[in-house]
């Protein structure tokens, strides 16, 4: 686990790039001693070093990455080694032009950028095992190593639609073959019968793109299946390679909701996950949205594995690449980097350590600038923090959040949904899904995010929004938990498809659970409003709103207008010894703070730290072996002093005082406290 690789501590570290600046030797020894002085317990090295490493085919140079961890082991700092895929050498793509991706019209790339190589080369594939094997080999077994690196944000091109070359069209029908066997059932699971689109040999499949077929949806969706497997299969044989001479752990950087590969999948191969965490602070004159928005992208992170992640990377200062690059104001660095703690990271780390002098990430943020060495500011926030890391990591190292709800998030349905072509394009899956988990931030109730292959047994509360696609066992998994207790919630446009996006004849999968017929949805045109009805109140709605009729279920929302109205809008219907609900309608946030109210009265889920939170402070819980030892971080993400009043004695763990009754909090404050000592002790 994260919590293991450096005892008793928190990591503190980040993106070391010296061999940048081995012409510098000056630098680099001024460096160590900035990081010492900043607190700085661990960096991770190599990332985009391939072209020093080797820097002519067969010839690798290894010697002052020796020289440099040994030097940052001496002084007590360790190494996460990263395997240099990130970006491969202008040696090899000249010489091997098949490693470079090909277009969907059949172009091939020039060399540059970054993850600029294909997946499915044999070349490739073959450089990349002889690298990391000789950098096990050499390294594997060193003391200051305490985890690898594999590679650098896969798939971070963003582009989303991976490689077109000849071996990625003949590894995708392969891998289409393992799925379906022949083509009959390929033809059965796309529905090939639609515009004449029968297979009649594997050799016709070609990958979707403008140039060729783009709209069959089975064809979309298992396309995007093979990119996030082929650059899996990528990953495990870089680990493969690199356990031939080391027995450390193996962690990715994810990109939080990335939407082309499907970290579930991934996070089941990786001893670690991480996550590399950019919020887009003061953009807007309420930071609770991007703090929202921020704690949602730690809490998928941590819940992958359901145990302590890491924050792989995140800025000191500032990013370059977003429209406006504004700074950190005085506090965020702070509040920003413990809230990943709050969260689940056993880490803060950095991208980076030092800034770059040329190239594009000249101006990215970093720990130490072009020009003031240690005496700026941005040098000051970090040493306080990794002060602060010191400090707690005693009382936060071996916690973990442990929610008792959990909302459903699943890569595939996300991929279908947003491809659907129906009701409003684009669809935005992931928009409409966070309305469902921003109140639990709301409210201070922490939430695990689960996909449709996990087990729901665990929790009192499960919420699927928008689960357009049921795929593999899980509407059986779904009736088995409401059976046996549970209260399920989902909502209009679920159901809808199985796993080939084949829509489902007869009955929503799950209607005798639900006690519903679902019937058609409607998209509210934008100049007829409409409101629900639920408890005396009367509730906006947005766009969506699937018509459906009770059939067994009861009736505790209706429509209000147009020809729906008096329709179900919100049912619940007991199955075994649990409840199901349905929502039909789109609703504003308003709805759903007063729906949950009922659904969090019903399961006993309540927030932990027992106290009024005013707007902009969140809350998240790290539990320890026994509620003593459980520690609450308070985040006031508001500019200005936010009031909160504390219904019990807490005591923070840094200055050990106690408090209750009115407290105040400082702009981007962050406390830590604990159950006060006098109580541990009792109990």
Not at 377 to 388: I, N, P
């Amino acid at each position: 686990m994260a919590g293991e690789l450096i005892k008793d501590r928190l990591i503190h570290g980040g993106d070391y790039n010296p061999d940048q600046w081995l012409e510098y030797p000056e630098i680099l020894k001024a460096d160590i001693a900035y990081m010492k002085e900043a607190k700085i317990n661990c960096v991770t090295l190599g990332v985009f070093a391939w072209a020093k490493l080797e820097p002519e085919e067969g010839r690798y140079d290894f010697e002052w990455l020796s020289e440099i961890m040994d030097r940052l082991y001496a002084n007590g700092i360790y190494t996460i080694l990263a395997t240099p895929t990130g970006a491969v050498p202008h040696w090899m793509s000249e010489k091997y032009e098949e490693v470079r991706k090909m277009s969907g019209s059949g172009i091939c790339r020039l060399h540059g950028q970054r993850h600029n190589f294909c997946y499915s080369s044999p070349v490739m594939r073959q450089k990349t095992r002889e690298m990391d094997q000789a950098l096990s080999a050499r390294f594997g077994r060193h003391p200051g190593l305490i985890a690898w690196h594999i590679s650098n944000e896969y798939g971070g091109d963003n582009d989303g639609i991976g490689c077109h070359c000849p071996y990625c069209e003949a590894s995708f029908r392969k891998w289409l073959r393992n799925r379906y066997g022949s083509l009959e059932e390929l033809n059965r699971a796309w529905w090939t019968t639609f515009w004449s689109n029968t297979y009649t040999d594997w050799g016709q499949i070609h990958s979707p793109s403008d140039n060729g077929e783009h709209t069959m949806h089975g064809l979309k969706l298992d396309w995007k299946r093979f990119i996030s497997d082929q650059m899996l299969d990528f990953c495990k044989e870089e680990i493969a390679a690199v356990r031939t001479g080391s027995t450390a752990p193996a962690l990715c950087n994810f990109m939080g909701a990335f939407k082309p590969l499907d970290y579930f999948r991934w996070a089941k191969e990786l001893d670690l996950v991480s996550l590399d965490n950019y919020p887009f602070w003061h953009f807007a004159e309420n930071e609770s949205e991007m703090a929202m928005r921020a704690s949602f992208l730690h809490t998928l992170t941590r819940s992958l594995k359901k145990q302590p992640y890491l924050m792989m990377e995140s800025t000191p200062s500032v990013v370059n690449w977003a429209p406006r690059n504004s700074l950190k104001r005085p506090g965020m660095h702070e509040l920003s980097s413990l809230q990943a703690i709050a969260y689940g990271s056993d880490s803060v780390q950095y991208f980076q350590w030092r800034k770059s002098r040329g190239g594009a990430e000249k101006y990215h943020g970093a720990v130490i600038d072009h020009k003031n060495g240690d005496n700026t500011r941005v040098f000051r926030d970090v040493s306080r923090l990794g002060a602060r890391l010191e400090q707690i990591s005693e009382r936060v190292k071996g916690t973990c959040n442990r929610p008792r709800a959990a909302i459903v998030f699943d890569w595939e349905n996300w991929w279908a949904a947003d491809d659907a072509m129906a009701v409003v394009q684009p669809f935005d899956y992931l928009g409409r899904w966070m309305d469902y988990y921003r109140v639990f931030w709301e409210k201070g109730i922490d939430v695990d995010i689960v996909d449709m292959d996990d087990s729901l047994e665990n929790y009192a509360l499960v919420i699927a929004p928008v689960n357009y696609m049921y795929r593999g066992k899980y509407a059986g998994n779904v009736r088995g938990y409401v059976e046996n207790g549970g209260v399920y919630v989902t909502t209009y446009w679920s159901g809808e498809v199985n796993e080939s996006d084949l829509c489902f004849m007869d009955h929503h999968p799950l209607s005798d659970v639900l006690g519903i017929r679902t019937e058609e949805t409607d998209v509210r045109p934008e100049h007829m409003d409409n409101q629900i009805s639920y408890e005396g109140k009367s509730y906006e709605i947005k766009d969506l709103c699937a018509l459906v009729h009770a059939e067994g279920a009861e009736v505790l929302a209706t429509y209000q207008k147009d020809f729906y109205a008096g329709y179900p809008a919100l049912t619940v219907n007991r199955y075994g010894k649990g409840k199901a609900y349905f929502i039909a309608s789109e609703n504003s946030v308003f709805f759903l703070r007063d729906f949950y109210d009922r659904l969090f009265q019903e399961t006993q889920i309540i927030c932990t730290f027992d106290a009024c939170l005013p707007e902009g402070v969140a809350v998240s819980e790290r539990k320890g072996a026994a509620e003593s030892d459980s520690v609450w971080f308070i985040m006031n993400f508001n500019a200005d002093v936010a009031e909160m009043t504390v219904h019990r004695a807490y005591q923070n763990i840094e200055t050990e005082d106690e408090i209750n009754g009115t407290v105040q909090l400082l702009p981007y404050q962050c406390l830590i406290l604990t159950i006060p000592q006098r109580e541990r002790k009792q109990k």
